[in-house]
């Protein structure tokens, strides 16, 4: 074993004696959400699920019924915030275009981002219901830049952490779709290479893991993945010739590893919607309001 894997194993080992410390100190919160996992299972009808193999899966928001309302309308505003783009942009890439004022507007974004569909994989992939950390609406302008999330990485939140990439447009190789390796084939890359949490060239990676494995998140407007980017080496919006448009979701388990960054659009609003939209839903109210330490 080489140093550089070695230094990776011993990251990756802190990490998780880093969660575990966390569960301990806060079991409560642990146990809070694996009884609201419990009786999600028990009373949703979704049978979608994130393999724990290689931490993915694919799905179609189209077969939703009771979501088709709620994307067509999450379509037609992000082609009214892209005009509009230059405004609502806070810097940073790619560029979020959700606003807190969009929630209040259209609170059933925050519905969709929190419905059942989505929230039992999540919830059964990491063992709790968690807490919903990201909201945002991403478009990728066409660029010619190969730097920073374009580039192999992992996320750093936790050890597991699940996001949502709903495609708004329809998505080709020309529009930088995001791109990762399953689990167990960025695994290879640890035992091989070494876990990093920096930025991983292609050259490096395809090294050791076979191009072929690469997980491409193209399709037709409405198709998805919900992936483990904690597992999962991936990158996104990489010189693409055409924008990208897409809704992003994030969840993190409450006891995660380190802090997330605060979001723009869920922090002013979470305990507003936890006393209105789901003044009568605890496992809702925990997913939004749970903090992590």
């Known amino acids: 074993m080489n140093k550089a894997v070695a230094l990776g194993y011993a990251h ?21 959400g694996r009884k609201y996992m419990k009786q999600l299972i028990d009373t949703s009808d979704s049978s979608l699920r994130i393999d724990v193999k290689s931490g993915y899966t694919r799905f179609d928001i189209r077969n939703i019924p009771e979501l088709n ?37 259209h609170p ?36 010619q830049t190969l730097t920073g999330s374009q580039k192999f990485h992992y996320d ?16 080709c190789e020309e529009s930088g779709p995001l791109c990762f390796l399953p689990a167990d084939m960025s695994s290879r890359f640890n035992s ?28 037709e407007a409405g198709r998805g993945v919900m992936v483990d980017t904690g597992r999962c080496l991936h990158y996104g919006s990489r010189q ?30 979470r305990y507003e919607f936890a006393q209105s939209l789901f003044k009568n839903d605890p496992v809702r109210q925990y997913a939004l309001t749970v903090t992590p330490r």
């Open 12 to 32: 990756l080992t802190l990490r998780h004696l880093i969660r575990i410390s966390k569960v301990i100190l806060r079991l409560p919160v642990e146990i809070q």
């Open 240 to 269: 693409n010739k055409k924008d990208r448009l897409i809704l992003m979701i994030g969840y993190i388990r409450p006891n995660c590893v380190k802090l997330e960054n605060r979001s723009r659009v869920l922090e002013p609003l």
């Open 156 to 171: 750093h939140r936790d050890t597991s952490q699940i996001k949502i990439f709903l495609n708004l447009i329809d998505i």
């Open 108 to 143: 059933d974004i925050l519905e969709l981002a929190l419905h059942d569909e989505f929230l039992v994989p999540a919830s059964v992939y990491l063992g709790q219901v968690p807490r919903l950390a990201q909201l945002r609406m991403f478009w990728s302008p066409k660029n």
């Open 69 to 105: 309302a709620v994307f067509r309308k999450l379509q037609n505003l992000a082609g009214q915030w892209l005009n509009d783009a230059e405004s609502r942009r806070s810097g940073g890439f790619p560029v979020d275009l959700m606003l807190p004022s969009d929630l209040l507007d």
């Open 192 to 219: 091989r290479i070494g876990y990093n949490q920096g930025r991983n060239e292609d050259d490096l990676v395809y090294s050791v893991c076979p191009s072929e494995a690469l997980v491409i998140n193209t399709g």
